[in-house]
């Protein structure tokens, strides 16, 4: 039971930071966009944009299915309804609802952050009929059961900020013209350098490679299966993170997802009792 | 050529009884449950526990639970809420025992604006601490040590995840939720009393204690020396007013603080025993001929409150709850010429705890524990030894550790501060596949014979268990 609460602690901070990285980039309002338009943007710039996706602020739905595959191609599969909200003083909040597999389903897990307040976490479990109040991990960087880390699903902003930004000769990938970035970190970091692949029409970023010290690739995060919403926005439906050295996959795919705003009723310990 | 005996037929009729029900129950989770709207779920378990004392098979269990769940809101209904129904059943294939099938939880759910009303059997589950609450008043909680094997010792002590719930009773509970908290009330309508029954050996091994008691205080042949009964035997309350149980709690969250204060009015889990003796005189001498030992057992009813918090500070949660009782008076236990087994006296429960991660999200989890009991031992509720219950002090504790996705290593232990005894359970678990688990673990107690845990010997165990969820 507790490892399912410290998997579904890890896994909210997971979702939290795709469902940004996601939700919100088919949410973006493009700028005039295009090769001609972003001819010339600088490497700093194209940050810029990407950030753009992240730093709407909102509220939205999404359900989701989280695979993690061992070295030897074993996956764990997890459905997910998530409910996301933020509000204008910063206040996030967040319910993770398990859909399957069958041990886990029913789980609900609240967390109230930000707002400058202390972060706030429940976990409601139906086997044990009651919510119970609970930590956040202790550190950010690789959560249990998946190969993601904040650092590297936190989007644009966190590249901008911790990463200085030279621009490469641009690439096609997977028929898409891209600007290639590389991201050398200005803070402590796991790696050396980030490669990061960016479409320039939408400004969304389709691969990132990480480097480790050696100047070898330690992990790839890819976005692939790109669709336009109902909004006419593009968006990934699969984002996919590989760690080359452990041989370990972690896939988030994107089923449904909605930008339509959640009721603040959600985020209640009211409604992590409810079955 | 084997011979099956009609209770072998039987443990075999109910594996496949239990076969068929996971194949359907996973056939109709998939198939039926999502396209219908009614969510289908469940377990099946098998549990072997072998004694480490050389007794062969101790435990050889098979158990399932079978839920369905589903909303309302449709048309015909005029407030939203859901339906859940669950069922269960366990067989020992060792003992030859078990009950195929018992309805766990049955309730209706209503979601109103400013409130939640829940009608059926149900458990009302209050309490911050892990594992043992002693704010969570409305539920019978069995005993754990009435498990075979050494599997409901584990209980004790939260192995394997394991949290004590209490037993379903018919209840209606609400949850009024105004801006500050929530306030909740509970009426059970009909209690399961005897939720924690003494094992009948047991009983009549109290009953032939207190026999050579008799024939030592009084100098008397064994065969003077005559029980009216072998067992103690409680009536359970008669009148719906009389079988009524209240429950009360008030709740708010503040800061990284959750606080509640509870009170209860309701019968007592076990009922209170004593032995009467009657002298037995030769009219015609007026010589004493004998003893007649008479068992007495009554339930009571119990005035409770309580308070519980929990709270985070830093990378810890910590939690404390704590219960104070008040029960109605038995005059029978003050009466000198009994032998008395319960007391009249109020009594305090308490439990403060934490527990914390370390390292990377899942590696390493700790949790340790204090249980404080002034009425005397966890496991059992009565007194052996004459004069005031001895209060019991305990700490709980629990390491456990993730390597790899699906292998997990946990110890968990109880020791009694008191006498110096304990219960140790470490345990691997293999998870075989995303619905189907594997494990072993070990059950092992210590202690001198007459210590709390020590004279649980007999459950010193290795288990080997599967549990498929569909």
Redesign the interface.
């Known amino acids: 039971m507790v490892r399912c609460e410290m998997r579904q602690v890890a896994l909210m901070g997971i979702v939290a930071c795709v469902l940004l990285a996601v939700m919100f980039a088919a949410a973006w309002a493009p700028l005039p966009s295009g090769r001609a338009g972003a001819a010339d943007l600088t490497a700093e710039q194209i940050l810029d944009r990407i950030e753009s996706t992240t730093m709407l602020t909102g509220s939205g739905s999404a359900t989701i299915e989280l695979i993690t595959e061992n070295k030897r191609g074993q996956q764990r599969s997890n459905k997910l309804k998530v409910y996301r909200s933020k509000a204008a003083d910063g206040t996030e909040k967040q319910l993770l609802e398990y859909l399957s597999p069958a041990d886990v389903a029913g789980t609900k897990l609240l967390s109230i952050t930000g707002g400058g307040q202390e972060s706030q976490i429940w976990l409601f479990m139906p086997a044990l009929g009651r919510e119970r109040r609970i930590a956040g991990t202790e550190t950010r960087s690789k959560f249990m059961g998946t190969d993601f880390t904040y650092e590297e699903i936190s989007g644009g902003s966190a590249y901008k900020d911790d990463y200085k930004a030279e621009k490469l000769k641009d690439e096609d990938l997977d028929g898409r013209n891209c600007y290639v970035l590389r991201l050398t970190p200005t803070k402590e970091s796991d790696y050396a350098f980030v490669k990061m692949w960016v479409w320039r029409d939408e400004f969304i970023p389709l691969k990132i490679e990480f480097y480790n010290k050696d100047g070898k690739v330690r992990k790839v995060l890819s976005n692939s299966d790109l669709k336009k919403n109902s909004k006419g926005k593009w968006e990934p439906s699969t984002i996919e993170m590989s760690d080359v050295a452990a041989g370990t996959k972690t896939i988030i795919k994107i089923l449904e997802m909605s930008g339509e705003p959640v009721s603040d009723e959600y985020f209640t310990v009211r409604y992590l009792r409810r079955r | 050529m084997r011979r099956y005996t009609k209770a072998g037929w039987a443990s075999i009729g109910s594996m496949v009884f239990l076969a068929v029900l996971a194949l359907c129950g996973a056939w109709t989770?998939t198939a039926w449950g999502e396209e219908s709207g009614v969510?289908v779920?469940?377990?099946v378990q098998h549990d072997l526990a072998i004694s480490l004392r050389g007794d062969g098979v101790v435990a050889n269990m098979v158990s399932y639970r079978l839920s369905l769940?589903g909303e309302l809101g449709g048309a015909g209904w005029a407030t939203p809420g859901?339906v859940?129904i669950s069922i269960k059943g366990d067989y020992d294939l060792q003992s030859e025992s078990g009950k195929l099938v018992d309805l766990d939880e049955a309730y209706v759910?209503l979601?109103f604006s400013g409130a939640?009303l829940r009608l059926g059997q149900q458990?009302?589950?209050?309490?911050?601490a892990y594992g043992l609450n002693p704010t969570s008043y409305v539920n019978p909680m069995p005993n754990p040590t009435s498990s075979p094997g050494g599997a409901g010792i584990a209980g004790i002590a939260g192995a394997g995840?394991?949290?004590l719930?209490g037993l379903p009773v018919p209840a209606v509970s609400a949850?009024i939720?105004p801006s500050w908290g929530?306030v909740g009330l509970v009426a059970v309508l009909n209690p399961r009393l005897q939720g924690v029954p003494v094992p009948e050996d047991v009983q009549a091994g109290i009953i032939q204690e207190v026999a050579y008691e008799v024939v030592r205080q009084k100098n008397i042949p064994p065969q003077a020396v005559t029980p009216s009964a072998d067992h103690f035997s409680a009536e359970p309350p008669e009148s719906l007013t009389d079988r009524l149980e209240y429950a009360a709690r008030v709740g708010t969250?503040t800061?990284?603080w959750?606080l509640y204060l509870s009170g209860f009015r309701g019968w007592e889990d076990h009922p209170v025993l004593w032995v009467s003796m009657m002298p037995l005189i030769d009219s015609s001498t007026g010589y004493l001929t004998g003893v007649r030992v008479d068992p007495n057992a009554a339930y009571r009813k119990v005035t409770k409150a309580g308070f519980a918090a929990?709270?985070?500070?830093?990378?810890?949660?910590l939690w404390g709850e704590a219960s104070y009782a008040w029960p109605d008076r038995v005059p029978e236990l003050d009466d000198p010429n009994n032998i008395t087994f319960s007391s009249n006296e109020p009594y305090w429960q308490a439990v403060l705890g934490g527990?914390?991660?370390?390292?990377?999200?899942?590696?390493v989890?700790l949790?340790a524990e204090y249980i404080y009991y002034s009425n005397g031992s966890l496991l059992v509720p009565y007194q052996f030894v004459p004069g005031k219950s001895e209060a019991r002090h305990y700490v709980v504790g629990?390491a456990?550790w993730?390597p790899?996705?699906?292998h997990?290593l946990e110890v968990s232990g109880i020791y009694c501060m008191n006498d110096g005894s304990y219960v140790a359970m470490p345990r691997y678990t293999y998870?075989l596949s995303?619905?189907t688990s594997l494990w072993f673990g070990l059950a092992l107690p210590g202690g001198d014979e007459e210590t709390d845990f020590g004279g649980l010997s007999d459950a010193r165990s290795a288990t080997v268990g599967v549990k498929l969820?569909?």
């Open positions: 989770g969510k779920s469940g377990e769940s859901s859940y759910d979601y939640d458990a009302v589950s209050w309490g911050t995840g394991l949290e719930a949850t939720y929530d969250r800061g990284n959750d929990s709270c985070t500070w830093g990378p810890y949660t527990d914390r991660t370390f390292g990377d999200a899942g590696d989890y949790m629990t456990r993730q790899a996705q699906d997990q998870q995303q619905s969820a569909f």
